[in-house]
Antibody, heavy 121, light 107 residues
Framework: QVQLQESGPGLVKPSETLSLTCAVS?????????WGWIRQPPGKGLEWIGS???????YYNPSLKSRVTISVDTSKNQFSLKLSSVTAADTAVYYC??????????????WGQGTLVTVSS | AIQLTQSPSSLSASVGDRVTITCRAS??????LAWYQQKPGKAPKLLIY???SLESGVPSRFSGSGSGTDFTLTISSLQPEDFATYYC?????????FGPGTKVDIK
């Protein structure tokens, strides 16, 4: 069974960098798939942040592209999100998820439980 | 970026009702659409992919249809565990935008 688990600080100061890691179990990242980050501000909808292929190719939401870096560490079977220059608007629950993209079928099928990151001084 | 709109934004229904939610794309996306169910405090759960393919393990009362710009999610007979918020997401092009959601609550 594929499982994903986000980890990282729950509180980040304005202007600093948000850093989260997603540990994957039950599947080897180096075997394939894309891996993505999605966020959800409290009481609001979902926003796709970006996805990374197991080889390292990345795709980012243009609205965040200048501040986002997603990377993968196949040796630790995990991938990471860095979001720089955060403001209160970046306060959200951050989810990591597996992104299937094969034969024209695309979807996020396995999700982490989510982690709330609050931006506040 | 492709924009997705959902209607209605919320609805009240009773157990046993047939419920239909619509997702409309600002431009054609072929069948590159997925539907998710989200309950409070939980991660979204995949229901439908490729507009009409039912994810393994999802009850058959859920179905999806459509292509191009207009899509629907139908729950044939609403069950107590179906009260949740439903989101569509397009995968035709980056960014992979989500719709704003439709909240289904108890009448």
């Amino acid at each position: 069974q594929v499982q994903l688990q986000e980890s990282g600080p729950g509180l980040v100061k304005p202007s600093e960098t948000l850093s989260l890691t997603c540990a994957v179990s039950g599947y080897s990242i180096s075997s394939g798939y894309y891996w993505g980050w999605i966020r959800q501000p409290p009481g609001k909808g979902l926003e796709w942040i970006g996805s990374i292929y197991h080889s390292g190719s990345t795709y980012y939401n243009p609205s965040l592209k200048s501040r986002v870096t997603i990377s993968v560490d196949t040796s630790k079977n995990q991938f990471s999100l860095k979001l720089s220059s955060v403001t209160a608007a970046d306060t959200a629950v951050y989810y990591c998820a597996r992104h299937e993209s094969r034969g024209g079928d695309d979807y996020f099928d396995y999700w982490g439980q989510g982690t709330l990151v609050t931006v506040s001084s | 970026a492709i924009q997705l709109t959902q209607s209605p934004s919320s609805l009240s229904a009773s157990v046993g009702d047939r419920v239909t939610i619509t997702c409309r794309a600002s431009q054609g996306i072929s069948s590159a659409l997925a539907w998710y169910q989200q309950k409070p405090g939980k991660a979204p759960k995949l229901l439908i992919y490729d507009a009409s393919s039912l994810e393994s393990g999802v009850p058959s009362r859920f179905s999806g249809s459509g292509s191009g710009t207009d899509f629907t999610l139908t729950i044939s007979s609403l069950q107590p565990e179906d009260f949740a918020t439903y989101y569509c997401q397009q995968f035709n092009s980056y960014p992979h935008t989500f719709g704003p959601g439709t909240k289904v609550d108890i009448k």
